[in-house]
T-cell receptor, first 114, second 109 residues
């Protein structure tokens, strides 16, 4: 079974621009979560989607948004990019909506904001 | 606020020198504790899930244990390919994972 895939793998943007990242979960998985990883803050939860509905949201500004499609694929959008948004953005999928299920991570999208 | 603290921050071992990594946590209702391994530039790779105190799981040279307040990842006779950052995460109500800062492990041959 193919793992979680993320596109693009690398991205360079300038301040003020917006960016959209894509995530395809493991086949059959219905939940997708997004995380931001930086050297200073580590891995931080952004939001989770299940059956096209956002179920949980972390402490990030409204510039960070996401959505999930009927095929469970998910996109994350960051508007008005800031230098501090440079990070590795990770997507994780799990099979259903149950608590305690293992999340499987993709390779990440490395975003550099200049 | 949930807290996950991993120690040590970094660990250097000789090949074959066994050791343990620690993950201590404070959550109001633990729903799962997860160990991941992360290589540079890659996403975290799942290792173990533990749900209740006293639970143990093993995979090759790794063994994870769980108590009410902490988890240990024991590495027996490590090899250079075990070098990576090991991440611990806890899940409480709401399904989000709260991660520790990780332990960077270097195994020298």
């Amino acid at each position: 079974k193919a793992g979680v895939t993320q596109t693009p793998r690398y991205l360079i943007k300038t301040r003020g621009q917006q960016v959209t990242l894509s995530c395809s979960p493991i086949s059959g998985h219905r939940s997708v979560s997004w995380y931001q990883q930086t050297p200073g803050q580590g891995l931080q939860f952004l939001f989770e989607y299940f059956s096209e509905t956002q179920r949980n949201k972390g402490n990030f500004p409204g510039r960070f948004s996401g959505r999930q499609f009927s095929n469970s694929r998910s996109e994350m959008n960051v508007s008005t990019l800031e230098l501090g948004d440079s990070a590795l953005y990770l997507c994780a999928s799990r099979q259903g909506g149950g608590t305690g299920e293992t999340q499987y991570f993709g390779p990440g999208t490395r975003l550099l904001v200049l | 606020e949930d807290q996950v603290t991993q120690s040590p921050e970094a660990l250097r071992l000789q090949e074959g020198e066994s050791s343990s990594l620690n993950c201590s946590y404070t959550v109001s209702g633990l729903r799962g504790l997860f160990w991941y391994r992360q290589d540079p530039g890659k996403g975290p790779e799942f290792l173990f899930t533990l749900y209740s105190a006293g639970e143990e799981k093993e995979k090759e040279r790794l063994k994870a244990t769980l108590t009410k307040k902490e988890s240990f990842l024991h590495i027996t006779a490590p090899k250079p390919e075990d070098s990576a950052t090991y991440l611990c995460a806890v899940q409480e109500y709401g399904n989000k994972l709260v991660f520790g800062a990780g332990t960077i492990l270097r195994v020298k041959s």
